[in-house]
C-alpha cells in the first residue's frame, strides 16, 4: 500500500471513529447513560484528532531533509494544542471550552504552519542562492 493510501486509511479511520463516538454519545443519552452537557463535551475527542494530524502536517508541507526539525515544533504545538482543546472540552465550563479550546488549537496551527512555511521559503532562497 502506497504511503498516500495509508495516510488516507488512516484519516478515514479516525473520521470513522469519531463518527462511532459521536452516535454512541447521543444514543447513551437517549437511553438515560449520560445528560446533553457530556454529549456536548464529547467533542472533545476532537482534540485527539487534532494532536494526530499535528505530528502529520509537517511531513506535507515541508522538504524531508528540515522535516525532523518541523516535526518537533509540530509536536510541541499541535500535540499541546490538542490535548489542550481536548481538556477544556472535557473540565471546563462549555463557554470556556468553545472559546479557549478554539484559540489553543488556532494558535497550534498557526505557529506550526507558519514555521514550515518559513522553512519551506529558507529552503526555496537557499536552492536559488546554489
Request: glycine share 12%.
Amino acid at each position: 500500500m502506497t504511503e498516500t493510501k495509508k495516510e488516507l486509511v488512516g484519516s478515514l479511520a479516525w473520521g470513522g471513529a469519531l463518527l462511532v463516538l459521536a452516535l454512541v454519545a447521543t444514543l447513551s443519552r437517549k437511553l438515560g447513560y449520560i445528560d446533553g452537557e457530556m454529549v456536548t463535551r464529547v467533542v472533545g475527542a476532537n482534540g485527539l484528532m487534532i494532536a494526530w494530524y499535528g505530528n502529520r502536517m509537517p511531513k506535507t508541507f515541508v522538504p524531508s531533509a528540515q522535516a525532523r526539525k518541523a516535526r518537533r515544533v509540530a509536536a510541541w504545538s499541535l500535540v499541546v494544542s490538542g490535548l489542550i482543546y481536548a481538556g477544556l472540552w472535557a473540565f471546563a465550563p462549555i463557554p470556556t471550552a468553545v472559546w479557549g479550546g478554539t484559540a489553543a488549537v488556532l494558535t497550534g496551527i498557526a505557529v506550526t504552519l507558519g514555521y514550515c512555511l518559513t522553512l519551506r521559503a529558507r529552503g526555496r532562497a537557499k536552492g536559488k542562492a546554489a
